[in-house]
């Protein structure tokens, strides 16, 4: 895992927004820096960063921007009318001139060493992609973009990309070419090129699947912008019991009822945990487990890491024992 919320490197700092401006259909660009000026810390392609809204909501959004420009964090968010309200927030308050809590850099999608890379995009999902590009372009790596996306406005920083990649970039705009072949993408691309996916489920589910072919096993990145499932009541069905969860620092003893969420019943206690999507795709409310069989429901931990992972993510993990010891 790369760095956690919390390490060294991570800030929480108020950041103005100092513009706004639409780079695709129903997605605002929001360019934040200190007040004063000034560098903000470094970050690197696939880095995310957590915003808190006027309302309190918090939401993580992938910075967009160029590393080259120290003095901003760039994100894009995509007005998600039947979200969770984060996105509406954003694209309905004027938040130019308004000054926000913003927390991070982390970079859970980090760029691995490869001798080129394939990059697969869907909608929004192309912000944390868009950086890597630029990257690899000043690295002189061999890359590849394919974008997909509903019809021609929705594909999101297009003049961009095309600037940067020309024929490198494969945009597919849905209404006339139907979605993008990613067989043939994945049959075109050396073996020994990364694969960094970013877009909506059904999307990434059949990269997943085609990169675990026999014919095709190849090293996948992927970064999910939703949860595994639908929604965190989906995972917290009438099935779980409840359990135990000892603070160990705080020399507490909770209980988990079968409808709450940990993060919850710990927020009670430790209003200031660390937490965003709340759905377990962000990775910022991870905690080290110190005993007990955590029950892992997230997108972060990969299912080959889980027997041996010693963090969980306590908004949507459960536990299979009767207790469980954490490290807050
Ligand atoms: S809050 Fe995002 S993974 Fe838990």
Redesign the pocket.
């Known amino acids: 895992m790369s760095s956690d919320l919390g390490s060294p490197r991570t800030t929480t700092e108020r950041l103005l927004v100092r513009q706004a401006r639409w780079v695709a259909h129903d997605v605002v660009e929001l360019r934040l820096t200190r007040a004063t000026g000034g560098a903000l810390p470094a970050w690197e392609p696939g880095a995310h960063v957590e915003l808190t809204l006027p309302s309190g909501l918090r939401r ?1 959004y992938s910075l967009c921007g160029d590393v080259a420009d120290s003095e901003a964090w760039t994100v894009a968010v995509h007005r998600v009318p039947e979200g969770r309200g984060g996105s509406q927030e954003i694209h309905e308050s004027a938040l130019v001139g308004r000054e926000l809590e913003v927390r991070g850099p982390v970079n859970r999608f980090p760029l691995v060493p490869a001798e080129g890379y394939l990059l697969l995009a869907g909608g929004i999902g192309v912000t944390p992609l868009l950086p890597m590009a630029r990257e690899l372009t000043a690295r002189g790596l061999p890359w590849r973009l394919v974008l997909g996306a509903r019809d021609r406005s929705r594909l999101v920083y297009a003049e961009e990309l095309v600037a940067l990649g020309g024929e490198q970039v494969l945009l597919v705009p849905q209404d006339e070419a139907g979605l993008p072949d990613l067989a043939a993408e994945l049959a075109a691309s050396p073996p020994a090129y990364a694969v960094y996916a970013c877009g909506p489920r059904p999307m990434l589910d059949a990269v997943t699947a085609l990169c675990r072919t026999a014919e095709s096993a190849r090293a996948l990145h992927v970064e999910r912008f939703t949860a595994a499932h639908d929604t965190v009541s989906d995972q917290l069905g009438t099935s779980d019991g409840e359990f135990e969860v000892v603070l160990s620092r705080s020399g507490l003893r909770l209980t988990v009822p079968a409808d709450r969420s940990v ?1 919850d019943v710990v927020r009670e206690k430790l209003p200031d945990i660390p ?12 905690t080290a487990v110190l005993a007990g069989l955590p029950d892992h429901r ?1 997108t ?1 931990i990969e299912p080959p890491e889980r027997p041996t992972a010693t963090t969980m ?4 993990s459960r536990c299979d024992s009767p207790v469980l010891e954490l490290d807050l």
């Open positions: 993580a993060l937490y965003s999507c709340e759905e377990g795709y962000c990775g910022s409310c991870e997230d972060v993510m306590i908004c949507v």
